[in-house]
């Protein structure tokens, strides 16, 4: 049965990846009448590329985080097996025994259920990557339709009067037919601006709320947090096997070269301050305040997900965002 759990993350293999290329635009013969038309259309074709390249950027990063994602799903499955197979060896000898046997059973039951997380965690990675990757799919479609907006909208200048072309779904609000993506409307007019790419930040700014990313440290220390899924929790524990909420976030950061105070109470008044809309992995997220200060700490993977030490009656794993107050606090990485 573990076996067959490893076998679900891939074995090898890297993420696959889109590049759009530069639209190659004819000019139009001078004495044409179509002239100023065609040129605006080109032009119109430079800048919705210019946004596609930014869209490919975003997607190209969404897939390499699904391939390292995988990856660190097969090394935790690999792992629960190995230590399932080491403490199988260990207790092989007294199993000739019902209190052999029993322990024997036990130790299965436990790396069943620490594979079980792995599943679990890596499965809620996948639903927020393939979310976004739909998002994706919706902005090039988007962005494709503004470009064709935009020629036709330039044909109907050089020809005078507007030529009744039509505007391809883009006026007004309605997101181009798309419910709930009335953000794109504005998708032409932002084209028109001198930095397409500062645009393309903007589109995927409103589509996507803000991209989650943390710095190179603090993903790694939310990896290595990750690495302790299903360690127990206790009480001033600061690892490397069992964990309190402050415990781990040290923990975790020390292993990526960052220092941090040990208690909730100093965490509060460590990095620099972020709103709640601008989370990013790695960020340390206080809540459940009580007289005025904060009586746990959390580390957040992703702007919706975290991964916590909760309490003695849990193992570390990946929860919500918590509700109610919240300071988050950003202890590497610019703002």
């Given at each position: 049965?573990?076996?067959?759990?490893q076998?679900?993350?891939p074995?090898?293999?890297?993420p696959?990846?889109?590049?759009s290329?530069g639209p190659?635009?004819?000019?139009?013969p001078?004495?044409?009448?179509?002239?100023t038309?065609?040129?605006?259309a080109?032009?119109?074709?430079k800048?919705?590329?210019?946004?596609?390249t930014?869209?490919?950027?975003q997607?190209?990063?969404?897939?390499?985080?699904?391939?390292?994602?995988?990856q660190?799903?097969r090394?935790?499955?690999?792992?629960?097996?190995q230590?399932?197979?080491?403490a199988?060896?260990?207790?092989?000898p007294?199993?000739?025994?019902?209190?052999?046997?029993?322990?024997?059973?036990?130790?299965m039951?436990d790396?069943?259920?620490?594979?079980q997380?792995?599943l679990?965690?890596?499965?809620?990675q996948?639903?927020?990557?393939?979310?976004?990757?739909?998002q994706?799919a919706?902005?090039?479609r988007q962005a494709?339709?503004?470009?064709?907006?935009g020629?036709?909208?330039?044909?109907?200048?050089a020809?005078?009067?507007?030529?009744?072309?039509p505007?391809?779904g883009?006026?007004?609000g309605s997101?181009?037919?798309?419910?709930?993506?009335?953000?794109f409307s504005?998708?032409?007019?932002m084209?028109?601006?001198?930095?397409s790419?500062?645009?393309?930040d903007?589109?995927?700014?409103d589509?996507?709320?803000?991209?989650?990313?943390?710095?190179?440290?603090?993903?790694?220390?939310v990896?290595?947090?990750?690495?302790?899924?299903?360690?127990p929790y206790?009480w001033?524990?600061?690892?490397?096997?069992a964990?309190?909420?402050?415990g781990?976030?040290?923990?975790?950061?020390?292993?990526?070269?960052?220092?941090?105070?040990?208690?909730?109470?100093d965490?509060?008044?460590t990095g620099?301050?972020?709103?709640?809309?601008?989370?990013?992995?790695?960020?340390?997220?206080?809540?459940?305040?009580?007289?005025g200060?904060?009586?746990h700490?959390?580390?957040a993977?992703?702007p919706?997900l975290?991964?916590?030490?909760?309490?003695?009656?849990?193992?570390?794993?990946?929860?919500?965002?918590?509700s109610?107050?919240?300071?988050i606090?950003r202890?590497?990485?610019?703002?």
């Amino acid at each position: 049965m573990l076996a067959a759990a490893q076998g679900v993350f891939p074995a090898a293999g890297g993420p696959g990846s889109v590049q759009s290329q530069g639209p190659g635009v004819p000019a139009a013969p001078p004495d044409s009448a179509l002239s100023t038309g065609a040129g605006n259309a080109g032009d119109g074709y430079k800048r919705t590329w210019g946004t596609v390249t930014g869209l490919d950027a975003q997607t190209n990063g969404t897939s390499a985080a699904g391939a390292a994602e995988g990856q660190n799903g097969r090394t935790g499955a690999t792992g629960v097996r190995q230590s399932a197979a080491s403490a199988a060896a260990a207790i092989a000898p007294a199993t000739g025994s019902p209190a052999g046997v029993k322990t024997l059973v036990t130790s299965m039951d436990d790396r069943l259920a620490a594979m079980q997380r792995q599943l679990d965690s890596t499965k809620a990675q996948n639903q927020l990557l393939a979310t976004r990757m739909r998002q994706m799919a919706l902005a090039y479609r988007q962005a494709g339709q503004a470009s064709q907006a935009g020629m036709f909208r330039g044909m109907g200048g050089a020809m005078g009067g507007g030529g009744g072309m039509p505007s391809m779904g883009m006026g007004g609000g309605s997101g181009g037919g798309f419910p709930g993506m009335g953000m794109f409307s504005r998708l032409p007019g932002m084209l028109n601006g001198q930095n397409s790419r500062n645009a393309t930040d903007q589109l995927t700014s409103d589509l996507f709320g803000r991209d989650g990313n943390g710095s190179d440290r603090a993903n790694r220390a939310v990896a290595f947090a990750k690495s302790k899924l299903g360690a127990p929790y206790v009480w001033g524990a600061t690892g490397p096997n069992a964990f309190d909420c402050s415990g781990l976030t040290q923990w975790a950061y020390g292993k990526a070269g960052v220092s941090l105070p040990r208690t909730t109470y100093d965490l509060v008044h460590t990095g620099t301050p972020v709103s709640r809309a601008n989370i990013r992995a790695g960020d340390l997220i206080l809540c459940n305040w009580q007289n005025g200060r904060p009586e746990h700490v959390v580390m957040a993977v992703s702007p919706d997900l975290v991964v916590e030490a909760p309490n003695r009656h849990e193992r570390v794993k990946l929860s919500s965002l918590p509700s109610g107050h919240l300071e988050i606090r950003r202890v590497v990485g610019s703002q």
